[in-house]
């Protein structure tokens, strides 16, 4: 790629920009990978119109703000980011993740780590839910910035004929600025002090 992509966070591998419409038909090849399509319980395969009328439709809308992620060694996309439900009143929301390739290298970790930042520093959220069911890797990612189980659905998700119990996990913004995982957090603007 020979411009660099749009970003608007990037971390020491990951960065993240804004959804694509040039890259709708690279997100349909995402949402039709059979382990994306379980994790997120979108099952039904998407034509391109499908791809484009969803990401279309997320458009601009204050419930959701998602990301496209990239791979920063060769600026390639490898997945997308997303939080949604946004409750900007009491300041919560729900984050999901589905990366189309590259996983197992911990790009996952980080790009989680970028979009609850994004969702804590810079829109002021103060709880994020993670929800998943058979998803062990992904609750593995969710614990190691944070999340905490805090109750579980029994039942919940049906995957592959098999039923599961969805497990439900929550992270404070207090809870994740203390544990320096922010990289957003340092970059106040300049100008007058904050008021307390
Ligand atoms: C889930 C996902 C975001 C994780 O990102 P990733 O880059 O693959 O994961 P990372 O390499 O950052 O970290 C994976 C961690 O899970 C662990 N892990 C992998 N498979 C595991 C399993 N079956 N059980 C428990 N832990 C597992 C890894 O060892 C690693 O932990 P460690 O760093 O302590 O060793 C990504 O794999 C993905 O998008 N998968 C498909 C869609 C999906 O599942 N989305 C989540 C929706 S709930």
Not at 40 to 64: D, S
Not at 179 to 194: D, F, Y
């Amino acid at each position: 790629m020979d411009e660099q992509p749009d970003f608007v966070v990037e971390g020491a591998r990951v960065a993240l920009g804004p959804l694509r419409m040039d890259l709708v038909p690279t997100y349909q090849r995402w949402e039709n990978d059979l382990e994306v399509a379980n994790a997120n319980g979108r099952v039904i395969p998407f034509t391109l119109e499908a791809e484009r009328e969803r990401i279309a439709g997320r458009n601009g809308k204050p419930e959701f703000c998602d990301f496209t992620v990239y791979h920063r060694a060769d600026q390639a996309p490898i997945g997308v980011s997303s939080l949604f439900q946004i409750d900007h009143r009491n300041g919560s929301a729900q984050f999901g993740i589905d990366l189309g390739e590259r996983r197992g290298q911990g790009l996952g970790t980080e790009a989680t780590r970028l979009t609850l930042d994004w969702g804590f520093t810079v829109l002021g959220l103060h709880n994020m839910l993670a929800v998943a069911a058979w998803n062990e890797r992904a609750i593995r990612v969710y614990t190691k910035v944070g999340f905490r189980e805090v109750g579980r659905r029994r039942g919940m998700g049906l995957t592959m004929g098999r039923r599961y119990d969805g497990v439900f996990m929550d992270l404070l913004a207090s809870e994740f600025l203390q544990a320096g995982g922010s990289v957003l957090a340092g970059r106040a603007p300049h100008g007058s002090p904050p008021s307390e």
